[in-house]
DNA sequence: CTCCAGGCGCCTT
DNA sequence: AAGGCGCATGGA
């Protein structure tokens, strides 16, 4: 796979009772790759020599994608891959879930136009962080600060082998002790102060992360609005992205341009009008409707479908 | 040059 | 409750 000598993974199967393997193949039908990783979801993927480059937690790995199957490759032996089965979401049924969709003509375009787009369960902090950062930003936009952000402040990681070390996305710990020049000059401008409030609210434990977990879908969203720099549409990509409620409906520009024209091509129509209506017209997985809109938007409709 | 970007917080009505 | 505006920064 990728650049490296392809026997990596061969090694690690025929070489019983050696050390764990650095590569893995999860076979897996209708994943895009390609499409998940660049579907504003997710900031810090890299695609390069045919691979996708990125960090999950504290692990530096590449992915590739063949036929019915992705192939990770990561910096150090891995005895347990259940954090990358998570991550990928493989065991999902997506098939089930493309049944749950409204069948009607801009969903049936949005998903011919990219079936095999997923939704990643990330890391809450991760994710949370990234998207104070995206307040009108565009993705490019994003994915330059939270480099930047990375950069500075990212634990170093054993990268590429034989290539310098990876960043971790910084810890809430460590950007808690950052100053806000310091954050400004990641080029964040006016989220520099959210997001080192956030950072040390998290840090400090007045907002405990893990246990939103266990909460309702309203109630960790009201948690989470809480938060300096999060308001409704950023707690709902927290809610959808990081913690998997299927339901949680972020409308952005995007979405209330594709609705506009669609569903409401009369009388100009609010946010909040396009929350409710989503409630009842995607369906339970109304967040992962609301992915493939989002994408197709961006991607392959531009002002052909959507906007006459 | 202007317009706008996966918004939020705060200030007016 | 609802609408308007400023906030940094950089693509298009």
């Not at 020599?49 to 790995?61: A, E, N, Q, S, Y």
């Not at 409204?102 to 990643?120: H, I, K």
Request: with cysteine; net charge positive; proline share 6%.
């Amino acid at each position: 796979m990728c650049s490296t000598p392809s026997n990596s993974l061969n090694a690690a199967t025929s070489d019983e009772c050696a050390a764990p393997p650095r590569a893995r193949t999860f076979p897996i039908l209708d994943y895009d790759l390609a499409a998940t990783l660049t579907s504003g979801q997710v900031f810090r993927w890299e695609f390069q020599d045919r691979c996708w480059t990125g960090v999950i937690g504290k692990r530096w790995l590449r992915l590739s994608s063949e036929g019915g199957s992705i192939t990770a490759e990561t910096a150090e032996p891995v005895a347990d891959w259940n954090w990358l089965r998570d991550y990928l979401q493989t065991d999902l049924d997506l098939g089930a879930v493309l049944e749950t969709f409204p069948d009607d003509e801009p969903m049936r375009a949005a998903v011919d136009s990219c079936r095999g787009l997923r939704l990643l369960r990330q890391e809450p902090w991760e994710c949370l962080a990234s998207f104070i950062l995206s307040s009108t930003k565009q993705i490019v936009q994003i994915r330059q600060i939270v480099a930047l952000l990375c950069e500075q402040f990212g634990e170093p990681i054993p990268g590429r082998p034989g290539g310098p070390p990876a960043r971790a996305f910084p810890s809430a710990d460590r950007l808690a002790r950052a100053s806000e020049s310091g954050l400004r000059a990641c080029k964040m401008g006016f989220r520099a102060p959210y997001l080192l409030a956030t950072a040390r609210r998290v840090a400090e434990g007045e907002v405990d992360l893990d246990r939103l977990r266990e909460l309702t879908l309203e109630t960790a969203r009201a948690e989470l609005m809480k938060l300096a720099g999060v308001g409704r549409k950023i707690a709902d990509c927290v809610l959808l992205f990081a913690y998997g409620f299927p339901s949680a409906f972020p409308v952005d520009v995007w979405v209330v341009k594709a609705f506009q024209g669609l569903y409401f091509p009369k009388r100009r129509v609010k946010a909040a009008r396009l929350r409710r209506f989503s409630e009842t017209h995607f369906g339970p997985n109304a967040g992962y409707a609301q992915q493939y809109l989002f994408h197709y938007m961006r991607t392959n409709a531009r002002r052909s479908l959507f906007i006459q």
